[in-house]
T-cell receptor, first 117, second 115 residues
Framework: DAGVIQSPRHEVTEMGQEVTLRCKPI?????LFWYRQTMMRGLELLIY????????DSGMPEDRFSAKMPNASFSTLKIQPSEPRDSAVYFC???????????????FGEGSWLTVV | GQQVMQIPQYQHVQEGEDFTTYCNSS?????IQWYKQRPGGHPVFLIQ?????EVKKQKRLTFQFGEAKKNSSLHITATQTTDVGTYFC???????????????FGQGTILTVHP
């Protein structure tokens, strides 16, 4: 069974360039999450979707960040323009959320390692 | 939103020593999950605790949920080099009483095991 698939795995880009990170969640999962991890700030939730609808984007740091989920099997996180402080590992994760269930397991992709120079 | 304090931030042990990490919340939790992230890897689900006072074991790992459901611990007996990584606790977050699956992660405890 395929897990959460992210691309690219590694990206080095110059400041000012647009960066697009892609994610394919586990088939059948109805919630999708974008996390950012840095040494300084730990694991931060940027935005999450339920049934393709953005539920909470309060973690998105600035207007330079945007995320979309056009269908149940694909999501993108875009940074435009990118800055050196955006350098981090970006994780996409998915989960199946059933009403009334006390908690649910989140499955993470392997991450996209972004370096902005 | 709900916050959780995880301690210690770092722990260095000799192989064979025990290790414990703690998560504490000021509010009562519906459940708590634990994840492990190996160096260079991604967080991987270990276990979920739901009941007050619950204790679960996975080989050398023992997970506990406090009686008041405000704290939890992960204890590793006789650490091995394969235990190296960051251990996170995570809480279910609710939006207007509904869980959409969002988890709030603790800061993590970075475990180093010296052979």
């Amino acid at each position: 069974d395929a897990g959460v698939i992210q691309s690219p795995r590694h990206e080095v880009t110059e400041m000012g360039q647009e960066v697009t990170l892609r994610c394919k969640p586990i088939s059948g999962h109805n919630s999708l999450f974008w996390y950012r991890q840095t040494m300084m700030r730990g694991l931060e939730l940027l935005i999450y979707f339920n049934n393709n609808v953005p539920i909470d984007d309060s973690g998105m740091p600035e207007d330079r960040f945007s995320a979309k989920m056009p269908n149940a099997s694909f999501s993108t996180l875009k940074i435009q323009p990118s800055e050196p402080r955006d350098s981090a590992v970006y994780f996409c994760a998915s989960s199946f959320v059933a009403g009334g269930t006390p908690g649910n397991t989140i499955y993470f992709g392997e991450g996209s390692w972004l370096t902005v120079v | 939103g709900q916050q959780v304090m995880q301690i210690p931030q770092y722990q260095h042990v000799q192989e064979g020593e025990d290790f414990t990490t703690y998560c504490n919340s000021s509010t009562t939790l519906s459940n708590i999950q634990w994840y492990k992230q190996r160096p260079g890897g991604h967080p991987v689900f270990l276990i979920q605790l739901v009941k007050s006072g619950e204790v679960k074991k996975q080989k050398r790992l023992t997970f506990q949920f406090g009686e008041a459901k405000k704290n939890s611990s992960l204890h590793i007996t006789a650490t091995q080099t394969t235990d190296v990584g960051t251990y996170f606790c995570a809480l279910t977050a609710y939006v207007g009483g509904t869980s959409y699956g969002k988890l709030t992660f603790g800061q993590g405890t970075i475990l180093t095991v010296h052979p």
